[in-house]
């Protein structure tokens, strides 16, 4: 109750600083104690930086679609470099967390024009209150009861493939030099779960358990995810035993509770508690770097075996690449659906033009898609779809 009473005083203070700062929210600097939300802002930019400098920053109050506070914008400088990162609360059955959900380095937060309450319910989706409604803040738009209650049942999760439409880009060039990798064998590639439209973390999760499950004895008890003739090894496809542990990190991560989908948090709590529970644990290193897929870090986890979850809150799949006298056409299927996918291997494309200097270079991602039509693919991260997170992952 506490919290709550603390949560509406700052709420009545919030309206009396927007009457006298033309709807703006006010900044509250640094305190000397830290708390949970300051603390994990902290731990996930030490993770992230490479920047070097001293660390200044200040925030104010997020809310949600009940008008409570339900997280921070930080804006921080490290050094000449400024940066903007939004934490929301994420509360489960259990426990509750502090998650970063956007940071980005020389960019202006959305909220910074904000005329009223800031109002932050799901990913990439900004609004604020004022004068007993909710607008978007990018045009001031209106936003009905209906649409808000849609967005804030989306919440924080990851939850889905689908939904595609088709997006191409042509380069043009005189040489091509192509660099690939993937890991032995690739990974199993399992799809459907205990609900489609929002099984996709449970999914990826099963990915990572079915790997590892070759080299960790009884991950998947009595179960063997691969056949092997000679030196050759292939996965098996979704089983009942599979199936069995979709619907076991289903529970765990505690998808569906409170949000549609999946959490980052509930992600990482579930997979741990599932390989915890056979005696194993779940280790994952971040991959991005200044709020950005780092990819060196990326060509090294796969290169050591070491699978990487993607989280996605849009993105698209690589239908092919085609080549035409010097022209490539890139066409891809693009979804505006969150997602979750494990990667494996990668694809780096590099033009040059008549005088071999570089006029472009594209990445492509090779994951299993935890769909059935794009089996073990390839990611379009060339401008399409939004990576949030990146963390390899070790079982051991």
Known sequence: MKKKQKGWLLFFVGIFILSIMIMRPAPITRADDIDAVEQAFLDFLSSDTDYDGELEYTYFALY??????????????????????????????????????????????????????????????????????????????????????????KGFGYSGVGNFTERTETISYATKSTESYSIPYDLPNYYGSVDDLTGCANTAGAVLIGYYDRFCENLIPNFKTYTQLGSIIRYKT???????????????????????????????TGMSAYASSKGYTYTTVNMFTNGSLNIQSYKSAVQSGKPVALFLTTYAFLD???????????????????????????????YYNSSEQIIATRYYLKVATGDDSYNIGYLNINGLGNLDRAISVLIS
């Open 238 to 268: 979704a089983s009942t035993e599979v199936v069995n542990v979709v619907d076991q990190l289903y529970i765990l991560m505690e998808t569906d509770v409170a949000q549609l989908g999946t959490t980052f948090s509930g992600f990482q």
């Open 64 to 153: 949600d679609e009940n008008l409570n506070i339900n997280g921070r914008q930080y804006n921080f400088s490290i050094g000449e470099v400024n940066g903007y990162a939004l934490l929301t609360e994420i509360q489960t059955n259990s426990e509750t967390f502090y998650e970063v959900e956007e940071l980005f380095y020389n960019k202006q937060s959305p909220f910074d024009n904000c005329l009223g309450l800031p109002v932050y319910i799901t990913h990439g989706t900004y609004l604020y209150y004022l004068n007993n409604s909710f607008y978007k803040v990018e045009n001031n738009s209106l936003v009905g009861a209906d649409a808000l209650a849609e967005l804030a049942n």
């Open 320 to 350: 092919s690449i085609t080549e035409t006298n010097g022209v490539d056409t890139v066409s891809s299927a693009y979804s505006p659906r969150s997602h979750v996918v494990i990667g494996c291997g990668y694809k780096i494309d590099t």
